[in-house]
């Protein structure tokens, strides 16, 4: 059984396509990164795998079970997912409320917006202060959530979707915002998942390539709602292939397990 599996997929919205044609397989233990310029079709590609939308054609399958014949309300307890807005949490009732970083973890147990307390016994208190030092946040656990940096908030986030201990983790975007710094303290946090968490899948989407962690084993390009490669890392991120994603001639090079691309000189 595949983590994920799209076959045929395709999604429309008022006549425009927004994927054509996908397929798509993530197994166990995989870490993919998705890249392509705005528009190409990351996100909703991300949303069918994470149940928040359903195909208008094709078939796809997620921890075994077909959307449009499965309660997603109960696949969604087992898929972790940061979306690119982080809107997740209802922010401003958190900041109204001062709510701490801890309190923003403790709600991924129960999925919901804002905190259900008579959910949270001593065993979650604990798994989300022991998830918070996993992502290097130990000591932002009673810091107020509203005034936690963008970066740390990314990291935040990132523990409340692991709260429920996912299978599967899906990160759209989760370094939209950060500077160099917090991009990378959040990239070793996520390099480090893959360490401590073997069997947790991850699906990462975001538009740069030095964003793309060591740890990724396998990667997708998109372009105009379709897939133009996918696989193995090391043979998706060339030159020659993300020079056609992005339509100008690039030079990609891979230091330490982490990759790069300039624009190509004659």
Not at 54 to 63: A, K, M, N, Y
Not at 225 to 254: I, K, M, N
Request: charged share 25%; glycine share 10%; aromatic share 4%.
């Amino acid at each position: 059984m595949h983590v994920v599996e799209l076959e045929g997929v395709g999604v429309r919205v008022v006549g425009k396509s927004l994927l054509d044609g996908v397929d798509w397989q993530v197994d166990y233990g995989d870490h993919w990164a998705i890249l392509g310029p705005n528009g190409a079709g990351k996100t909703t590609l991300l949303s069918l795998a994470g149940a928040v939308r359903h195909p208008s054609e094709g078939t796809v399958r997620v921890l075994g079970h077909q959307l449009g014949r499965v309660d997603v309300r109960e696949l969604r307890r087992h898929i972790g997912l940061v979306a690119s807005n982080g809107r997740l949490i209802d922010e401003e009732l958190m900041a109204e409320e001062g709510a701490t970083a801890h309190t923003v973890v403790l709600t991924g147990h129960t999925g919901t917006s804002a905190p259900l307390w008579d959910r949270y016994g001593d065993a979650e208190r604990d798994r989300a202060h022991r998830l918070l030092a996993d992502l290097g946040c130990k000591d932002l656990a009673e810091r107020k959530f509203s005034v936690c940096s963008q970066g740390e908030q990314a990291r935040i986030r990132v523990a409340r979707a692991l709260m429920a201990d996912p299978a599967v983790l899906l990160l759209d975007e989760p370094f939209a915002g950060l500077d160099l710094p917090a991009r990378e303290d959040l990239i070793t946090a996520i390099e480090d998942l893959a360490t401590t968490r073997p069997v947790l899948t991850t699906a990462t989407v975001t538009h740069h390539l030095e964003e793309v962690p060591s740890t990724t084993t396998h990667a997708m390009l998109m372009g105009e709602a379709r897939v133009l490669a996918a696989g193995p890392v090391a043979e998706v991120f060339t030159s020659a292939h993300l020079s056609e994603c992005f339509g100008r001639p690039l030079q990609v090079d891979r230091i330490e397990g982490r990759w790069y691309a300039r624009a190509a000189r004659p």
